[in-house]
């Protein structure tokens, strides 16, 4: 099955900064490949998407880029600001609406 | 968007019986919907996957019988964990699978339920 590698467990910027999380996964079938934010005991929210006849997609301060051939994809924040600290997951699937494969998760820190 | 409602939100029960928790979608038919557990401080695990009219999928190392999973109507899935024990208490998400439409189908997950055995 699917095996999705998450890095790194916890990330610390300034306020301002950029934040960089970065995710492997293992079969090549997958073909959709989301990130969520997910607040202390809430559900995970999606936050950006990507499939993989795309190679970068953007939505104002967040950019997820995918190597398909090195099987890796990236969430960028940039202009981080207090209120991106949450913890975010990549997720793998071979298409949207099918069971997830979740990564580690990533504990963001902005501070102020 | 699409509304997953879960309920309870939270639940403490006594070791060795049995809690239910629901999933509903409230403004769409779900055929597919998906339970998974998230342990504190750790990342969501897929537990099954639950199918309108047919028996659940279970994943590895998740016990069907422990688990009880019933996607009885379009837009309701529960999750019984029977016998529940300490190491059950967790966080217990579901998520619905919109119908196909344009570019494809559309997962939303319910608010999550918290369970506590003691």
């Known amino acids: 099955g699917e095996n999705v590698e998450q890095h790194p467990s916890t990330l610390s910027v300034q306020e301002g900064d950029s934040a960089v999380i970065k995710c492997t996964y293992s079969d090549s079938a997958s073909n959709y490949f989301p990130w969520y934010k997910q607040e202390l005991g809430k559900r995970p929210q999606l936050i950006i998407d990507?499939?993989?006849?795309?190679g970068e997609k953007k939505d104002q301060r967040i950019a997820v880029t995918l190597n398909k051939t090195a099987k890796h994809f990236s969430l960028h924040i940039t202009e981080t600001q207090p209120e991106d600290s949450a913890v975010y997951f990549c997720a793998a699937s071979i298409y949207a609406g099918n069971m997830l494969t979740f990564g580690g998760g990533t504990r963001l820190m902005v501070k102020p | 968007g699409a509304v997953v409602s879960q309920h309870p939100s939270w639940v403490i029960c006594k070791s060795g019986t049995s809690v239910k928790i629901e999933c509903r979608s409230l403004d769409f038919q779900a055929t597919t919907m998906f339970w998974y557990r998230q342990f504190p401080k750790q990342s969501l695990m897929l537990m099954a996957t639950s199918n309108e009219g047919s028996k659940a999928t279970y994943e590895q190392g998740v016990e069907k019988d422990k688990f009880l999973i019933n996607h009885a109507s379009l837009t309701l899935s529960t999750l019984t964990v029977t016998s529940a024990h300490p190491e059950d208490s967790s966080f217990y998400i579901c998520s619905a699978r919109t119908p196909s439409v344009g570019s494809g189908n559309t997962i939303y997950f319910g608010e999550g339920s918290w369970l506590t055995v003691v």
């Open positions: 990507i499939r993989s006849n795309v």
